[in-house]
């Protein structure tokens, strides 16, 4: 157990519906990081939240958003989906606000969009 | 545009052996290099961290070398083990302090 919990761990829905992936941090973490990772693809960076305040964007498409709460627990909300929205969603909690500190990764959701 | 190459290929080694993986970067200057392993299904897990800085770090039987005038990265596994089969990710610090990650080289230890 890494101590960064993920749930749901498996979400299959249809095409256009809207769901909500869940994220609590390692304890005294204050950076929450969301990834996608497709079969044929590495990581991708999608949002960083720092103590509730998104601190830097990556790939995020517009039918993503995110929030981190002030228990520091953040969801990562999909809407409109599409079969390509199928992948593994990482989140990962650091404790510091930059990247010069090891992250500590989640078991994933896997998605599926039928 | 900033580009980081590992490995697309497996890397077989034979238990006992180092196993050694590549990370090459260009059109970039990391402050730092990360390693992780990720196994299948699994999120990755931190291994080590370098800096600009410093030439080499170990961690038990690891060790990560960061050349910054190659643009090179070196990850050495020593004394390998069947149980060291996983991909491995080298991830970059840029000028804003984000990862910027390799696709990953899968090792495999063969018995």
């Known amino acids: 157990d890494s101590g960064v919990t993920q749930t749901p761990k498996h979400l299959i829905t249809a095409t256009g519906q809207r769901v909500t992936l869940r994220c609590s941090p390692r304890?005294?973490?204050?950076?929450v990081y969301w990834y996608q990772q497709s079969l044929d693809q590495g990581l991708q960076f999608l949002i960083q939240?720092?103590?509730?305040?998104?601190?830097a964007k990556g790939n995020i498409l517009e039918r993503f958003s995110a929030q981190q709460f002030p228990d520091l627990h953040s969801e990562l909300n999909l809407s409109s989906l599409e079969l390509g929205d199928s992948a593994l969603y990482f989140c990962?909690?650091?404790?510091?606000?930059?990247?010069?500190?090891?992250?500590?990764f989640g078991s994933g959701t896997r998605l599926t969009v039928v | 545009s900033q580009k980081i190459e590992q490995n697309s290929e497996a890397l077989n080694i034979q238990e006992g052996k180092t196993a050694t993986l590549t990370c090459n970067y260009t059109?970039?200057?990391?402050?730092?290099l990360q390693w992780y392993r990720q196994d299948p299904g699994r999120g990755p897990v931190f291994l080590l961290l370098?800096?600009?800085n410093e030439k080499e770090k170990r961690k038990e039987r690891l060790k990560v070398t960061f050349d910054t005038t190659l643009k090179q990265s070196l990850f050495h596994i020593t004394a390998s083990q069947p149980a060291d089969s996983a991909t491995y990710l080298c991830?970059?610090?840029?000028?804003?302090?984000?990862?910027?990650w390799g696709a990953g080289t899968k090792l495999i230890i063969k018995p």
């Open positions: 990962a909690s650091s404790v510091v606000k930059s990247g010069n500190y090891g992250y500590t």
């Open positions: 304890s005294g973490d204050l950076s």
């Open positions: 939240y720092y103590n509730g305040e998104e601190r």
């Open positions: 059109n970039y200057s990391p402050a730092y």
């Open positions: 370098i800096r600009e």
């Open positions: 991830a970059l610090g840029d000028s804003n302090y984000q990862l910027i």
